[in-house]
C-alpha cells in the first residue's frame, strides 16, 4: 500500500495477481452494465450490499486495448440495492461524473476469499450475490465475448465526501486505504460455534429447571 499506484497491462495475468494483493492500481475508463450486488453488507450499521459494475478500460494509445476488469465501488442502502436488482433504478455515476462519462479511479488488487461454509449459493439469475465468484461474475459481465477478466479492483474512498451524504445520493462508498487482514471464515465458524454453545447452555438449563426435586418430594428421597 505505501508503493504509488501501478497501471495495470493491457492483458492481466492472472496468475501473478497473488503477488499484487493488495496493490494500489489506477484505472481509466467507464463503468458498463450488468451491475452486481454482493451483500448483505453493513456500513456503519446501515445494512446494504457492495455494488460491483465492469469497467472498460481504455488507453491514450488508439493501438492498444485494455479488457474489462470487475470494480468494487462500495456499498450502498438496502433501498438503492433493492431499486437496481428490481430495475427500478440505475447505478449512479461518481461524484461530479455524468453516466458513461470517462473516469479515472483509484483502487486495490484483491483476491477475495473462497465461499464459507455457512455462505449461501450464489443467484445470479435474480442478481443476490453472497460470495465474489470472480469467474461467474465475469460472465455475467459477458465474459470472454465482451473482453472481461476474472479480475477485481476495490475502489477506493478517499475520504473527501461525508459517507452519509454519498450514500443519500446512492453513490457507493468505497473501502478505506487500508489492509483489514481477516479471516472471514473462522469469523463465521466462531460465530456459529458461539451460538451452538450458547444454545446447549439453555437447553442444559431448560433440563435441569424441569426435574423434580427429591429433597422437595419425600416419595424421591430413597431411589
Do not use: C
Request: charged content about 20%; hydrophobic content about 35%; aromatic content about 6%.
Amino acid at each position: 500500500m505505501a508503493k504509488d499506484p501501478m497501471i495495470l497491462p493491457n492483458e492481466i495475468n492472472t496468475n501473478a495477481l497473488p503477488d499484487f494483493q493488495f496493490r494500489r492500481v489506477l484505472l481509466k475508463g467507464r463503468f458498463l452494465d450488468p451491475p452486481i450486488l454482493l451483500g448483505p453488507r453493513v456500513y456503519e450499521g446501515t445494512p446494504g450490499a457492495n455494488l460491483i459494475q465492469p469497467f472498460q478500460r481504455t488507453s491514450d494509445d488508439p493501438t492498444s486495448h485494455p479488457t474489462t476488469v470487475l470494480v468494487n465501488r462500495g456499498f450502498i442502502t438496502s433501498t438503492r440495492a433493492t431499486a437496481i436488482r428490481q430495475g427500478r433504478e440505475t447505478p449512479k455515476p461518481p461524484l461530479g461524473h455524468r453516466e458513461g462519462e470517462e473516469v479515472v479511479i483509484e483502487g486495490m488488487l484483491k483476491i477475495p476469499e473462497g465461499k464459507g461454509s455457512f455462505t449461501p449459493d450464489n443467484k445470479a439469475e435474480s442478481n443476490e450475490w453472497y460470495w465474489s465468484d470472480l469467474e461467474a461474475m465475469a460472465q455475467q459481465a459477458g465474459g470472454e465475448n465482451k473482453h472481461v477478466q476474472a479480475v477485481i479492483v476495490d475502489e477506493i474512498f478517499d475520504g473527501k465526501h461525508i459517507p452519509g451524504m454519498l450514500m443519500a445520493q446512492g453513490i457507493p462508498v468505497g473501502r478505506p486505504p487500508v489492509v483489514e487482514l481477516r479471516n472471514m471464515h473462522a469469523t463465521y465458524a466462531a460465530t456459529w460455534l458461539s451460538l451452538s454453545a450458547f444454545t446447549s447452555f439453555m437447553l442444559a438449563r431448560l433440563i435441569m429447571k424441569g426435574r423434580p426435586s427429591q429433597a422437595k418430594n419425600p416419595r424421591l428421597r430413597g431411589l
